[in-house]
Nanobody, 121 residues
Framework: QVRLVESGGGLVQPGGSLRLSCEVA???????????VSWYRQAPGKERELVAE????????NYAPSVLGRFTISRDNAENTVYLQMNSLKPEDTAVYFC???????????WGQGTQVTVSS
């Protein structure tokens, strides 16, 4: 059974930093290392948007223009975990952040429950 658990959200002042974690259970290390993994976010009243991702194959990345240069996605395949380091946070980064993983063989998408990030003074 595949399960994703996000953590690391919270309240931070503008200009601050947070690191989100997403632990993926149900994938072996080889499969996880080749899986596409993404971070999305959804602010109140807005559609869910892609923040950052690892493409299938596990090494190439992509970022939304609004976070490029401030956020960094990384992964620890031995721990089946993906991270999102968020620096220079802005109030407009406030949202629920979700982790998603796509199985590299069967193509199924799995989602976590989300973690709230609030940027406010």
């Amino acid at each position: 059974q595949v399960r994703l658990v996000e953590s690391g959200g919270g309240l931070v002042q503008p200009g601050g930093s947070l690191r989100l974690s997403c632990e993926v259970a149900g994938f072996n290390e080889f499969t996880f290392s080749r899986a596409a993994v993404s971070w999305y976010r959804q602010a109140p009243g807005k559609e869910r948007e892609l923040v950052a991702e690892f493409f299938s194959g596990g090494t190439s990345t992509n970022y939304a223009p609004s976070v490029l240069g401030r956020f960094t996605i990384s992964r620890d395949n031995a721990e089946n975990t993906v991270y999102l380091q968020m620096n220079s946070l802005k109030p407009e980064d406030t949202a629920v952040y979700f982790c998603s993983v796509r199985h590299p063989l069967i193509g199924a998408d799995y989602w976590g429950q989300g973690t709230q990030v609030t940027v406010s003074s």
